[in-house]
């Protein structure tokens, strides 16, 4: 029933005894004649070379060293690699058995391959297995899903074989204990009333995402508990996972064949969700020339560049009132931004350029991040409470005013959330915004202009867009199409004379100039797998001190 295999290995024959009494014969000769031969050392010396017993003297005729024929320096010789231990193969054996008790094949096995076991008491059924050359660990393995047991070796290689019930086992986790939410919203109404009816539209673009890492993990191992549970029964588990989110600890009660299933979806979690990507954005504004109107040539820049350049259009962004973008995606795995850098170079054919910002950050694996370059412009509005008039003319209580303090976002926006493949592809959800104030207006509330109050509302222009992308590790997506047209207005004249009616505009000039710029975003996504200065952020090691970050407060 069970046999193990052995390996015989080469020249382990015996050999023949004739052999073995020639091989003493011929030594012990030698040795006879080796003890009866005497050899006495003679040592022939040249003529001349005698004298005063110096035998080893060189001759008169030979000259002499140089003096400056320096010792060679000693060769240091690396240390010897020791040669690795063989590891040791495991016994292989084979069984061949139907329908019989767990228990006998057990006892037959551990007496056959020589171990000692221990059997629980609980052990009870009928197995069949037929292994071919297999360790004792993988014939157990097996017998484990046709029997509901356990095996342990303990530190004396003894086998303990029990029934597989449950028990708690703790897991690490690494992950940080904090719950996230993301709402983003674009609302673009219109309203045009004539007589008694009106027309009414909206747009509405609107995305929820709500993250809580340890909730989500705890449900999910609930639900795979109750998947692979013994008979199928409605059990409750919810108090067979105790998170402790503090610690970065997870407790779990589950029989050891859960415990393996359990550990498998715990490291690929894991290794999923800590995955992380470097997202540089680049904002690059290009006041366009009078050649180039109509926006950024990209097929120009695609047939003079070296680049390899895939070009796509977005016709629909989030923006319903905006320009249709334009999407490119730079290809090349480039790890050092020089594609970013030359690709800004190209577009300084098209008309003057301006960088408005360049900011970086790290995201983990399907994690919202944002960034925000920003001004927070203030401005006031003003409440005012008209005095109150008795019926005789006098005022009761006076005028109060309320003044309410605002902020605007001035700048640049970016919210972006990067999904991280096996193969280093990153889906990113894009939301790029950029905002100014284009002037000022007066508050027309009626009760402000009776008091002679000016209250200043700015007035805000807002370029953004949303786009879902995929792009490989280290390629550039560059979305673009955000064009505006602006008009500026120069009044200059005489002071006090210009102002005179009639006759002012003698003493003063007027100049409009119109210009166009278009609006272009780059955006590099890079997947870090060792987030070091010795590993993927070895590039920015320049931008440290030099002394380090410990020294710099001294």
């Known amino acids: 029933m069970l046999r193990k295999n052995k390996i015989l290995l080469p020249g382990s024959s015996q050999k023949t005894p004739g052999i073995h009494a020639l091989y003493g014969f011929l030594s012990v000769s030698v040795l006879f004649l080796t003890a009866c031969s005497t050899t006495q050392l003679q040592t022939t010396v040249p003529p001349g070379n005698v004298e005063n017993g110096r035998h080893l003297e060189a001759p008169a005729n030979q000259s002499e060293a140089p003096e400056d024929n320096a010792i060679p320096e000693v060769v240091e010789t690396l240390p010897l690699i020791s040669v690795p231990e063989p590891v040791a193969e495991p016994d292989l054996y084979s069984v ?330 990153v889906t990113l959800n894009v939301r790029p915004t950029i905002s100014r104030i284009v002037r000022f207006v007066n508050d027309p509330n009626p009760v402000l202009a009776q008091e002679g109050v000016i209250s200043q509302i700015p007035e805000i222009q807002v370029r953004e867009m949303e786009s879902v992308m995929k792009v490989f590790s280290g390629d550039i997506a560059v979305l673009g199409g955000l064009m505006q047209d602006t008009l500026d207005n120069t009044n200059a004249g005489l002071p006090g004379a210009s102002r005179l009616p009639g006759i002012g505009s003698l003493f003063s000039y007027r100049e409009d100039s119109a210009s166009k710029t278009e609006l272009i975003i780059f955006i590099r996504p890079v997947v870090i797998n060792q987030a070091s200065l010795e590993g993927d952020l070895d590039r920015y090691r320049n931008y440290l001190p030099e002394n380090g970050l410990s020294n710099s407060g001294s």
């Open 96 to 425: 061949s058995v139907m329908d019989v008790p767990v228990r006998d094949l057990l006892f037959r096995v551990a007496r056959d391959a020589n171990i000692n076991i221990d059997i629980h008491p609980a052990i009870s059924g009928q197995v069949s297995l037929n292994a071919i050359d297999q360790s004792i660990p993988q014939i157990l393995e097996r017998l484990s899903q046709q029997i509901n047991i356990r095996w342990t070796f303990d530190d004396s290689d003894n086998v303990l074989v029990e029934p597989d019930l449950p028990y708690w086992q703790i897991y690490e986790i690494d992950y940080v204990n904090v719950t996230r939410s993301a709402e983003t919203s674009t609302d673009i109404a219109t309203s045009i009333t004539t007589g008694g009816g009106g027309n009414n539209s909206t747009a509405n673009l609107s995305q929820n995402s709500n993250y809580d890492f340890w909730t989500s993990l705890t449900n999910n191992i609930i639900s795979l508990l109750s998947e692979i549970s013994t008979g199928g029964e409605n059990i409750d588990l919810s108090n067979s996972v105790v998170p402790n989110r503090e610690s970065g600890l997870l407790n779990i009660r589950a029989t050891g064949r859960q415990h393996r299933e359990v550990q498998s979806f715990l490291s690929l979690v894991q290794n999923r969700s800590l995955s992380q990507v470097l997202i540089e954005a680049t904002v690059v504004e290009v006041n366009l020339s009078d050649n180039y109107q109509s926006g950024v040539d990209w097929n120009a820049i695609i047939n003079n560049s070296d680049l390899d350049i895939n070009f796509g259009q977005n016709l629909l962004g989030a923006n319903l009132n905006a320009a249709p973008t334009n999407e490119l995606i730079i290809s090349g795995n480039d790890t050092t931004g020089e594609s970013v850098d030359a690709t800004v170079r190209l577009l300084s054919q098209f008309g003057d350029l301006r960088v408005l910002s360049s900011p970086r950050i790290m995201a983990l694996n399907n994690q919202p991040a944002m960034l925000r370059v920003v001004d927070n412009r203030v401005y006031f509005t003003i409440d005012v409470t008209p005095a109150t008039v008795g019926a005789n003319g006098n005022i009761t209580s006076p005028a109060t005013y309320t003044s309410n303090l605002e902020t605007v976002p001035v700048g640049f926006v970016m919210t972006v959330t990067p999904q991280i493949s096996d193969d280093d592809q």
